[in-house]
């Protein structure tokens, strides 16, 4: 079964770091880019950020820039994203999905994981 | 960044009526790199339509897309009980962006 499964998320401090990992299964894990979705409380879906499949193409939402960094594991089939100088306007539930098809990032997201939910509040 | 902008905000149907989601671009959006997806509460949300009018795999053919530069459209041909959700557009042809959701709920 194709699958994604997030972890790491939690409640941190206004200024502090946190590491989500996402553990894909089912599927050559090194032939999709990936990406990270957020969707705060009862709000719509912002993307955050995307990675080729190689790692070489690396792209950030301006909202994010600076602050959170996307990077990957093809032999442990693992996604991760480093979040710094966290805010409140950080919280939300963080998804990560996978590309339709192709290495390079530049197409919908057809398998999403459960998601990981992200809280920042003193 | 490519702005999208969905409209109605909330579409009030009964189960069996047809339902038509709008999603317009601020520009035009490359090689109709345009997917449409379906969130219910407390899930992930799922690919229903990508490439504009391609339907995902596994997903009924009640669900069609249509459109193309800055004017998409999502329809639902007859709605099931399980259709009433939120659906978001989303553009993927440069720094992905979504449009804000359209709730299709129970009239």
């Known amino acids: 079964e194709v699958q994604l499964v997030e972890s790491g998320g939690g409640l941190v401090k206004p200024g502090g770091s946190l590491r989500l990992s996402c553990a894909a299964s089912?599927?050559?894990?090194?032939?999709?880019?990936m990406n990270w979705v957020r969707q705060a409380p009862g709000k719509g879906l912002e993307w955050v950020s995307s990675?080729?499949?190689?790692?070489?193409?690396?792209y950030y939402a301006d909202s994010v820039k600076g602050r959170f960094t996307i990077s990957r594991d093809n032999a442990k089939n693992s996604l991760y994203l480093q979040m710094n100088s966290l805010r409140a306007e950080d919280t939300a539930v963080y998804y990560c999905?996978?590309?339709?098809?192709?290495?390079?990032?530049?197409?919908?997201?057809?398998?999403w994981g459960q998601g990981t939910m992200v809280t920042v509040s003193s | 960044e490519i702005v999208l902008t969905q409209s109605p905000g909330t579409l009030s149907l009964s189960p069996g009526e047809r339902a038509t989601l709008s999603c317009r671009a601020s520009?035009?959006?490359?090689?109709?790199?345009l997917a449409w997806y379906q969130q219910k509460p407390g899930q992930a949300p799922r690919l229903l339509i990508y490439?504009?009018?391609s339907r995902a795999t596994g997903i009924p053919d009640r669900f069609s897309g249509s459109g193309s530069g800055t004017d998409f459209t999502l329809t639902i041909s007859r709605l099931e009980p399980e259709d009433f959700a939120v659906y978001y557009c989303?553009?993927?042809?440069?720094?992905?962006?979504f449009g804000q959701g359209t709730k299709v709920e129970i009239k």
């Open positions: 999905a996978r590309d339709r098809s192709g290495s390079y990032p530049d197409d919908a997201f057809d398998i």
């Open positions: 490439g504009a009018s």
């Open positions: 989303q553009q993927y042809g440069s720094s992905p962006t």
């Open positions: 990675i080729s499949s190689s790692s070489s193409y690396i």
């Open positions: 089912g599927f050559t894990f090194s032939s999709y880019s």
């Open positions: 520009q035009s959006v490359s090689s109709s790199y």
